[in-house]
């Protein structure tokens, strides 16, 4: 369900790194022969041609780039190049930083990884930031925000197929009760959707809306403009259809006077070697525009060049 | 600082196997050869032997032992023979089930131990139960233990040697008019007691001590009787000095009207390994009682003899 490709014949770390070194050297960048090269990697590759050029020319590679390019590319290019669970810390703390109840991305990351990849998220955040990640949002958050987030960020949800039908319909129940006195904050609604499994909260959710009538998500509009509501509307369709979320920030990033690149870059670049294609359909059924099309009339220069190259196109 | 002690020729997995199949055989089991194993192999070297065991008789060994033993030998023997995490997985899901807020086991497992064993604890309580321990803690708790726990168990605290003495100082400041306000239950102290590192929890509460003429400890014992400060004591003093913390809960474990000897198993399974030594001497600078003649005295048999082999006595 990747978009990214990958050569058939892969040149060795080594002679990845000398075509890099060259692409920065010179009059100008060759920005042209980046992409070719790290946007058709994938993670493993990506992390050897780093450790090969750090080894060779006694530089981080991240550096270099950030050197060597500039703007929406540079942004791109960076994210794209770290190690994921490394480029999720980096995401993580600049959301931390720059906090502000709109913002989503701690949210994907604790609910649209899995338990696995959060986990390894947190210790890239330890040895990066020498702190924890879950006491940066503890402090940087406040409120509903904070009792929500704080969990979120510190899960390890279990993995297993197992579902609980019984448990299924008392906390559909339990959801039921408290989002229709508009207790959104209560501690049951919290506890359901930031320590149980994916599977059982889907078992969970699919039980409300048969016995309920209506989707959670619709339950949770009552009020358009509070922005906790969509915290966790944006929660549980991370964790229920991630497709379909994704697809609804790059159609928002889009359609925005003036795309929105940073959300856009973000979703392409964590996306791309997981499921950007399953996103990708998603767009199309939803936009009747194909996304490669959407993207390239939105986007300029090298910067769409590498996105278009991370979608997939042969000719990136 | 463990008291474990192992002999300098350490017999193949496989023969002390044969050696553990002949201690189950024939009229009654012999505990002694069985304590003369098992009470003298690290982890690592009784993983080994469990896994010769069920390759060569089929069986886990933690079942035949379940079969060949009985009483407090048997808890302590099981307990001691599970792998660390497993152990920590098992004793935290028997604390779930039958959770009081008098229950200390969860705030040990959460603070008494670094915070990657904290994580291969969750992971094997996934293994085990089938669900994640921050979720059953999260259904078996409520009020402001669960406020507490929740979180406790599912920190991954950073660990480095990095401390903010401008930290330190803001959130002594904060804990002490919390504290003064009996606001026990607060927010704040309940994020900086969950998710600081523990240096600098540490140096926070120095600084707490230094500035306002108390340890922290002694301004939370304002109502002796109120559990959920005997559980923010023992979150602390299991932060700050682990060994103290299981002295006590020794001492109170021997002195009571009829040994507590879960609390006495769980201790010397769960440090014998660790800091049993330094527990030891805590021990002796308390009660000016060497705690091998302590437990010889208020306890008998085999299970006495397991303990006392754990405790590093030569000749058990």
Same mark, same amino acid.
């Given at each position: 369900m990747a978009t990214l490709t990958i050569p058939e014949a892969i040149p060795s770390p080594a002679d990845d790194c000398e075509q890099l070194r060259k692409a920065f050297h010179g009059w100008g960048t060759n920005e042209k022969l980046i992409i070719s090269i790290l946007a058709h990697r994938n993670a493993a590759q990506r992390r050897a041609i780093r450790e090969a050029y750090a080894a060779t020319y006694g530089e981080d590679l991240l550096k270099s780039l950030d050197k060597e390019t500039t703007g929406d590319f540079e942004r791109l290019v960076l994210l794209w190049t770290l190690d994921p669970p490394e480029r999720d810390a980096w995401l993580a703390n600049e959301a931390i930083r720059k906090w502000r109840p709109g913002n989503r991305v701690l949210i994907e990351i604790a609910c649209a990884r899995s338990s696995g990849e959060l986990f390894a998220a947190r210790q890239a955040y330890h040895a990066r930031y020498k702190r924890s990640l879950e006491e940066d949002v503890a402090v940087h958050t406040t409120g509903d925000f904070r009792k929500l987030l704080v969990p979120l960020v510190s899960s390890y949800r279990y993995e297993g197929p197992e579902v609980n039908a019984t448990l299924a319909k008392s906390e559909a129940k339990m959801l039921h009760e408290k989002i229709s006195e508009k207790a959104h904050n209560d501690e049951d609604v919290i506890r359901i959707l930031t320590t149980r499994s994916k599977v059982q909260l889907i078992a969970t959710l699919n039980h409300y809306n048969n016995e309920f009538g209506n989707p959670v998500n619709k339950d949770l509009?009552? !009020?358009?403009? !509070?922005e906790f509501l969509t915290a966790l509307r944006a929660t549980i369709k991370c964790i229920c259809c991630p497709e379909k979320y994704f697809e609804k920030v790059i159609r928002l990033a889009i359609n925005k006077m003036g795309t929105d690149e940073h959300a856009l870059s973000r979703v392409i670049a964590t996306r791309a070697e997981v499921d950007l294609k399953v996103i990708n359909e998603a767009y199309y059924k939803r936009n009747s525009v194909p996304l490669d099309r959407a993207i390239a009339k939105d986007t300029r220069g090298d910067y769409e060049r590498m996105l278009l190259a991370l979608l997939g196109q042969e000719d990136a």
């Open positions: 509009k009552s !009020d358009p403009n !509070d």
